[in-house]
Nanobody
């Protein structure tokens, strides 16, 4: 079992920044993909960003809507993944979830953006951006 705990959400104004954290505990994967997703009221949960880690290196992937504004990073010593969110917009308002899966093979954006691949999810953290 893997436990994921998100933190760092809050209420901010348009143009502000936030950094979300996702701390993992329990079973760990040597090769993994960690994803951030978000769900706004009345909408489906959507892919935001993902980071992969394996013996061959690390890769990052972003949704087009956040590319250039959000940055995903990892601190393996702390078993924590971060999502730095800059230039926030009201449309970024959502509950943000992190998820983790074992990485097998070469990651693709389509693959890491697929919600069903992830076995473990956090409880979510609310991000609200006021206009």
């Amino acid at each position: 079992q893997v436990q994921l705990v998100e933190s760092g959400g809050g209420l901010v104004q348009t143009g502000d920044s936030l950094r979300l954290s996702c701390a993992a505990s329990g079973r760990t994967f040597v090769n993994y993909v960690m994803g951030w997703f978000r769900q706004a009221p009345g909408k489906q949960r959507e892919f935001v960003a993902a980071i992969t880690w394996s013996w061959s290196g690390s890769s990052t992937f972003y949704a087009d809507s956040v590319k250039g504004r959000f940055t995903i990073s990892t601190d393996n010593a702390k078993n924590t993944v971060y999502l730095q969110m800059n230039s926030l917009k009201p449309e970024d308002t959502a509950v943000y979830y992190c998820a983790i899966d074992r990485l097998v093979g070469i990651p693709t954006k389509t693959g890491v953006a697929e919600r069903s691949r992830y076995d473990y999810w956090g409880q979510g953290t609310q991000v609200t951006v006021s206009s």
